[in-house]
């Protein structure tokens, strides 16, 4: 079935420094890859999103890649600030379907 | 946040209780979802409704029962559960139920014991 493989569980940098998070999806017809953070005791909340058409999208200091041939996306946050801590989910859905799969989630702590 | 509410947010109940979580949108959105998270695991989707229909079930034992009445509400039954059914249960919901953002609520931390 599908699937979606998260790396790294956890990921500790310092204030300032990037941090980069990689997602591999097993279903070739994935066409949408978001990302979501979730603060700890709060909901998910979606930080940025890709689609298939696209090789690469950037917010800010937030910005996801996309490799179709290798089945594989990245989140990476640029100067990374304290704030910026929290558990990250990758996820990828497929045409037309209604299930959105889940990577096991990163930990992403940045020490001040 | 108020676009996706949830009650209870805790819940504790005996394995032969029967109880029931209810979810809310106010978006206008027209799918919600129910997923289970536990510890250490991926969030694991539960059930989809689109347009009321449910479109997903994603092999849930049938001791979990949802119930979609309009498109703004969702409930999930709980009957005889087992410890391991012990998780944070969050409804979320998008537009429809093809390749949109979905907003989580703030989930029901459910303790079987």
């Known amino acids: 079935g599908e699937n979606v493989e998260q790396h790294p569980s956890t990921l500790s940098v310092q204030e300032g420094d990037s941090a980069v998070i990689k997602c591999t999806y097993s279903?070739?017809?994935?066409?949408?890859f978001p990302w979501y953070k979730q603060e700890l005791g709060k909901r998910p909340q979606l930080i940025i999103d890709?689609?298939?058409?696209?090789g690469e999208k950037k917010d800010q200091r937030i910005a996801v890649t996309l490799n179709k041939t290798a089945k594989h996306f990245s989140l990476h946050i640029t100067e990374t600030q304290p704030e910026d801590s929290a558990v990250y989910f990758c996820?990828?859905?497929?045409?037309?379907?209604?299930?959105?799969?889940f990577g096991s989630g990163t930990r992403l702590l940045v020490r001040p | 946040e108020t676009g996706v509410t949830q009650t209870p947010r805790h819940l504790v109940m005996g394995m032969t209780n029967k109880k029931s979580l209810k979810c809310e949108q106010h978006?206008?959105?027209?799918?919600m979802y129910w997923y289970k998270q536990s510890a250490k695991k991926p969030l694991e989707l539960m059930f989809v409704y689109n347009f009321k229909e449910q479109t997903e079930n994603n092999s849930v034992p049938s001791r979990f029962s949802p119930e979609c009445p309009n498109s703004s509400h969702l409930f999930l039954h709980l009957h005889t559960l087992q410890p391991e059914d012990s998780a944070l249960y969050l409804c979320a919901s998008s537009q429809d139920g093809r390749n949109n953002e979905q907003f989580f609520g703030p989930g029901t931390r459910l303790t079987v014991l």
């Open positions: 279903d070739s017809a994935s066409n949408y």
């Open positions: 890709i689609r298939s058409n696209v």
């Open positions: 996820a990828a859905t497929a045409v037309g379907s209604y299930k959105l799969i």
């Open positions: 978006l206008g959105h027209n799918a």
